[in-house]
């Protein structure tokens, strides 16, 4: 991943969106079932890198310096994104409920990107409105986010059921 790629941080962030709500496009259109699990299981890796990187570095630089509420709804949005995405890799495509949790899934993620995204008032907003320099936070972010990718692969993700929930603490 070049730094170069992403102009700051927040430009990380809305790219990895991007990424997530195509997945999420491709799992509606797979035309079986395996591939709808294939899919299934790369978006809970990207949701799971993703969620990371902002828990650890992207939330805590903004601590006290955008609304708290907007903060806390965040992290809480993530609590129950991961509930998901355990329930989503512990299963298989032909479970019963298995679509219906990812369609769930992507509506919860559709929610927090826009409260991200909103302009003006949203979490991207509020933080360009700081003085954190947000190319010193992509580079951290960037770095954590090549560990974590490298991790998963290690972890055989996204192929075979992952055993990554050291990925997420729950």
């Known amino acids: 991943m070049a730094k170069a790629e992403y102009s700051d941080a927040i430009a990380l962030l809305k790219a990895d969106h991007r990424k997530v709500e195509e997945l999420f496009e491709q799992f509606e259109k797979a035309a079986t079932g395996k591939k709808k699990g294939?899919?299934?299981?790369?978006?809970?890796?990207?949701?799971?890198?993703?969620?990371?990187?902002?828990?650890?570095?992207?939330?805590?630089?903004?601590?006290?310096?955008?609304?708290?509420?907007?903060?806390?709804?965040?992290?809480?949005?993530?609590?129950?994104?991961?509930?998901?995405?355990?329930?989503?890799?512990?299963g298989s495509w032909d479970d019963k409920f298995y679509e219906a949790k990812v369609k769930v899934l992507s509506e919860e993620i559709k929610h927090h990107v826009h409260e991200e995204e909103m302009r003006g008032e949203g979490?991207?907003?509020?933080c360009r409105a700081t003085d954190v320099d947000l190319i010193v936070l992509r580079d951290q972010m960037l770095a954590r986010k090549e560990e974590l990718v490298v991790q998963a692969k290690a972890a055989g993700l996204p192929a075979a059921k992952p055993t990554a929930v050291n990925l997420i603490p729950t």
């Not at 949701?47 to 990187?53: G, R, V």
């Not at 979490?123 to 509020?126: D, I, L, P, T």
Request: some cysteine; charged content about 30%; glycine content about 4%.
């Open 38 to 90: 294939d899919i299934a299981h790369q978006i809970c890796t990207e949701l799971k890198i993703h969620t990371l990187i902002e828990e650890e570095i992207f939330y805590p630089a903004f601590e006290g310096k955008i609304e708290a509420d907007t903060l806390e709804e965040a992290y809480v949005e993530h609590d129950g994104a991961k509930v998901l995405i355990n329930d989503i890799e512990a």
């Open 123 to 126: 979490m991207f907003a509020q």
